[in-house]
């Protein structure tokens, strides 16, 4: 038989006599589909078509950002991580208690989607990819389901309390035997649903533990629960020996509201980053009028925006113009003009404008989305703090039982009717869920104020290690100074003209990112097109045309060591930044003007008061580098080096130093790979974002002093939660012991335990640096 209703239907039928429908059936049986209904569902994750919504493709595997669903504690999240760990053609997986969130790699080649799904769901939790609004009706229903567990709970703890009173203080002195039964009875009622329902999650959290060999939060609290039922039971029926009605509901009642609360304020730390995904509209408006899904959009489609509509997709403005509110993603509140072949992003809100967009990325690859997958990526990273603090609180269970077992065996032996009752309270008042929430909690709330800020974090390790910098590395161009350059002078050597080796130079750099070549935009001329152009990162660009060699950018490169050009550029003051020749013959020098920044000054000062030393590090090797360090004050300045030179020197700095670096150009990518901490300008090239650690999205320096001052506030909100959650358990576990706390005081006492520390993180939220 394929499964147990198949075979009571076959007894039925031989039971009854009719075992002729055997002898005369000729059609086959069809094959029954033993797929159960869950794990189809979770098959329709593996088509590519539903994928392009939530997967990303990475170089050689797949990344998709699951919402979990039973995740209670650190336990929860090690447990998941350990069994998929297991799993044939993982990449990686990490799991967020806080944001109830998952962030899943995995190489399609070797396994699918479904499952790895599959797997978490053996475990007894329950996964899908994350969608904001998805999430807010399941965390919706979470809460639901745990008013009415702790209604029940509330009801019959009222009740039993009554009770518990009245039996307690003798008020009815001359109470029968036979009566006193009969309210112990009374209160076996009350208890039992308390016990089924309302305790519910804490049983199948212990379970999921149990099954995988670990030990969670849940498992002395599911402990205490059933060996205080039991016994109490035991007496009721035989008549002798105190029940715990009293304590089971009031236990589960203060559990159910502190996880409650806690829920809360872990859901308002996490929510920021969720709350960015909804501010993309879901329906867009195509050229023709017609209203489409804003998740459907593809690239190239063109979308008109009217006034005060939010952005449905990342874009260039094909037509019109308008002034656009980047506020959340950049945190700076002043609307932006954009126009004609500007770029534009989804969740933005157009001002007074009409405009019509084209769109330029899908939904999965939006800045936005970007923004929320990295600040995922940012708080799923464990410092090494929290790595110990859940390897403590794992072992920290399995002590609690040992100490709970010993407890119960000495005071058996010394006062046998009290011996239950203190076992209880230490196995509830010592559970360390406050000290699994320490980090997580504030970590999260760090992370969405950085966001508000319009920092972009893309390490786990930023908030760590920007609390011990002792050395700021700063470029120039575009960093300390605004990379609005402009052309201000231009002198010739040869007989070529002004205008011609200005277009010469325009053709050059348009192969060029950089702010530089963008000065020389409007001298582009078709007619001066060069056959092929190569970038030599950090010197400048060479091309051929009609058979010479052109070349743009340092006068050691443009010459490339033609000693007879030599004196041609001592006609030239070294103010001159940019150098055009032919041939290694000297044809242009050109002189650029890029104002400073008007907070950098404030970001040196600031830094400099911290005890940092700051260095201006560029590869302009021009007097204009000199005016610039000196306007700005800084203690050390390096002029004229290559991108291999900067990294040299964050290399020949001592071992004790931590250096930030700031920068955002091609030319920096090395150094800010390199660097122990880095940031890259919003305004800067996508080379440079990929390798830095933090990106700046607006081009306010000074928020850069706003997130040093969040990381210290943050190092100290995490010391001040472990202090408090080990102080705790540290103070509580021998009072428990010696019989000095009452089960419902070391309820009340765990619970507020984990408020006060996630209250402690929330903190953070209110932090604008």
């Not at 899904?293 to 113009?321: F, H």
């Amino acid at each position: 038989m394929c499964c147990p209703g198949c075979e009571a239907v076959a007894t039925t039928i031989v039971e009854s006599g009719l075992t002729s429908y055997y002898e005369y059936r000729t059609a086959s049986a069809e094959k029954a589909d033993l797929v159960p209904q869950q794990l189809k569902s979770l098959l329709l994750y593996d088509h590519e078509e539903v994928q392009q919504e939530f997967v990303r493709n990475l170089d050689d595997c797949k990344e998709v950002s699951l919402s979990l669903d039973g995740v209670s504690c650190a336990a929860c999240a090690w447990l998941i991580e350990k069994q998929l760990s297991r799993e044939a053609g993982l990449v990686s997986i990490q799991v967020n208690t806080t944001t109830h969130r998952a962030l899943l790699k995995w190489n399609p080649e070797q396994t699918k989607l479904s499952t790895l799904l599959s797997a978490i769901h053996r475990l007894g939790y329950k996964a899908a990819p994350f969608e904001a609004d998805a999430q807010e009706q399941q965390y919706h229903n979470t809460m639901k389901q745990y008013l009415y567990r702790l209604g029940i709970a509330g009801i019959a703890t009222m009740q039993v309390m009554m009770i518990a009173v009245a039996l307690y203080f003798e008020v009815f002195s001359d109470l029968d035997t036979e009566f006193r039964n009969y309210l112990r009875w009374v209160s076996l009622i009350f208890a039992t649903p308390v016990l089924l329902y309302s305790a519910l999650p804490f049983y199948m959290n212990a379970w999921r533990n149990l099954r995988a060999r670990t030990l969670g939060m849940d498992v002395p609290v599911s402990i205490a629960l059933l060996f205080a039922y039991v016994a109490s039971l035991y007496a009721t029926v035989a008549e002798k020996g105190e029940v715990f009605f009293e304590s089971i509901s009031m236990f589960t009642f203060f559990l159910l509201l502190g996880r409650f609360l806690e829920m809360r304020a872990r859901r308002h730390a996490a929510a920021a980053s969720a709350n960015l995904l909804k501010l993309v509209p879901a329906m867009a408006t195509l050229e023709d009028g017609t209203q489409v899904a804003a998740k459907t959009l593809n690239v190239g489609d063109v979308v008109t925006v009217l006034p005060g509509e939010s952005l449905p997709a990342d874009g260039d403005i094909i037509q019109g113009e308008t002034a656009i509110d980047e506020s959340m993603l950049t945190g700076e509140p002043m609307p932006i003009a954009r126009s004609a072949g500007e770029p534009v992003f989804a969740g933005t809100i157009n001002g007074d404008g009409n405009i019509t967009i084209k769109v330029t990325k899908d939904r999965q690859n939006s800045l936005i989305s970007n923004i929320v997958r990295l600040q995922d990526e940012a708080q799923m990273s464990k410092p090494k703090v929290a790595v110990l603090a859940d390897i403590v609180a794992r072992y920290f269970v399995a002590g609690i039982l040992i100490i709970a077992a010993g407890t119960w065996l000495y005071w058996h032996q010394q006062q046998p009717e009290d011996a239950l009752w203190i076992t209880l309270a230490v196995l509830v008042a010592t559970c360390p869920c406050a000290l699994s929430l320490a980090t997580p909690t504030a970590l999260t709330c760090s992370t969405s104020s950085l966001g508000r800020l319009g920092i972009l974090l893309r390490r786990g390790h930023v908030l760590e290690t920007l609390c011990k910098v002792n050395q700021l590395v700063i470029d120039k161009t575009g960093t300390l100074t605004e990379g609005n350059i402009r052309l201000i002078n231009t002198q010739l050597f040869t007989h070529v003209a002004e205008n011609d080796a200005l277009s010469y130079s325009a053709e050059l750099e348009r192969f060029a990112n950089h702010p530089i070549a963008r000065a020389f935009t409007p001298h582009r001329d078709q007619a001066f097109a060069f056959d092929h152009v190569d970038n030599v990162i950090g010197c400048g660009l060479k091309g051929v045309k009609n058979g010479q060699e052109w070349r743009i950018g340092q006068i050691k490169f443009v010459l490339e060591d033609n000693t007879n050009a030599e004196s041609l550029v001592n006609q030239a003051d070294n103010s001159y930044q940019v150098w055009l020749s032919c041939d290694t013959q000297l044809v242009a020098a050109f002189k650029l003007d890029d104002p400073i920044r008007e907070d950098s000054a404030e970001l040196v000062r600031q830094f400099q008061r911290a005890g940092i030393q700051v260095t201006m590090l560029t590869g302009d090797n021009s007097v204009n580098a000199q005016l610039v360090a000196d306007k700005l004050n800084v203690d050390k300045l390096v002029s004229g080096v290559t991108p291999e030179g900067k990294l040299d020197y964050l290399r020949s700095l001592d071992d004790k130093d931590v250096a930030l670096m700031i920068g955002d150009g091609v030319n920096d990518a090395p150094v800010l790979a390199g660097a122990h901490l880095s940031v890259a300008m919003g305004g800067g090239t996508d080379i440079a974002k990929s390798s830095a650690d933090m990106v700046l999205l607006g081009d306010q320096l000074t928020r850069i002093l706003q997130a040093r001052r969040l990381a210290l506030k943050t190092k100290k909100i995490i010391r001040e939660n472990l202090a408090w959650s080990l102080g705790y358990n540290l103070i509580i576990l021998p009072l428990a012991v010696a019989g000095m706390v009452a089960p419902y005081i070391a309820v009340v006492g765990m619970s507020a335990s984990s408020i006060i520390v996630v209250s402690n993180s929330l903190r953070l939220l209110k932090e604008n640096g």
